[in-house]
């Protein structure tokens, strides 16, 4: 059982480009996230869907935009990057309820140079 | 303005001791806490949780307490194991969840 997989683990952007960071799991859950966590930090919540077709912002929208057209796929796209993007993406799901644990992605370190 | 707490950025305990992670919220209207513990380059994990009608919950070597009327929940390891060294975050339940700082625990052997 994979769970929650994100690729790619690591990736170098220049400032302006975009990019995908992808995301699946294979637990059949409605919600799934995505967080940010910069150095010394918490995890921030970028965005997050309760179900194929819908989602909303987290705390940190600016710049990144997602879309989920299955269960299963949660993508992030990154347009312009930008040096402040610079962080490591989690991508987590659960099963709905707030006192449903989540399960997180491995993480992708983007470095935007 | 944070609603989840992790005052201390780190901690360190040599092996065989009690760690004690705390962790303070601000809204009265969180009713279930959990802890996630994270490794470098790994994920999140779940660890524990505790349920705001439970003043205590254990499972093996971690006990979560809850102070409801000090808005106030700790973790405790005991004993603490090189293994344990990991990021430990306090998340309280709403949806989505909200997340602490995080605090190092790095247990010495």
């Known amino acids: 059982n994979a769970g929650v997989t994100q690729t790619p683990k690591f990736r170098i952007l220049k400032i302006g480009q975009s990019m995908t960071l992808q995301c699946t799991q294979d637990?059949?859950?409605?919600?799934m996230y995505w967080y940010r966590q910069d150095p010394g930090m918490g995890l921030k919540l970028i965005y997050y869907?309760?179900?194929?077709?819908?989602?909303d912002k987290g705390e940190v929208p600016n710049g990144y935009n997602v879309s989920r057209s299955t269960t299963e796929d949660f993508p992030l796209r990154l347009e312009l990057a930008a040096p402040s993007q610079t962080s490591v993406y989690f991508c987590?799901?659960?099963?709905?309820?707030?006192?449903?644990?989540?399960?997180f992605g491995p993480g992708t370190r983007l470095l935007v140079l | 303005d944070q609603q989840v707490k992790q005052n201390s950025p780190s901690l360190s305990v040599q092996e065989g001791r009690i760690s004690i992670l705390n962790c303070d919220y601000t809204n009265s209207m969180f009713d279930y806490f959990l802890w996630y513990k994270k490794y470098p380059a790994e994920g999140p994990t779940f660890l524990i949780s505790i349920s705001s009608i439970k003043d205590k919950n254990e499972d093996g070597r971690f006990t979560v307490f809850l102070n409801k009327s000090a808005k106030h929940l700790s973790l405790h390891i005991v004993p603490s194991q090189p293994g344990d060294s990991a990021v430990y975050f306090c998340a309280a339940s709403a949806l989505p969840l909200v997340f602490g700082k995080g605090t190092r625990l790095s247990v010495i052997a």
């Open positions: 869907s309760v179900g194929a077709g819908i989602t």
């Open positions: 637990m059949n859950h409605n919600y």
């Open positions: 987590a799901s659960s099963s709905g309820t707030a006192q449903e644990t989540q399960y």
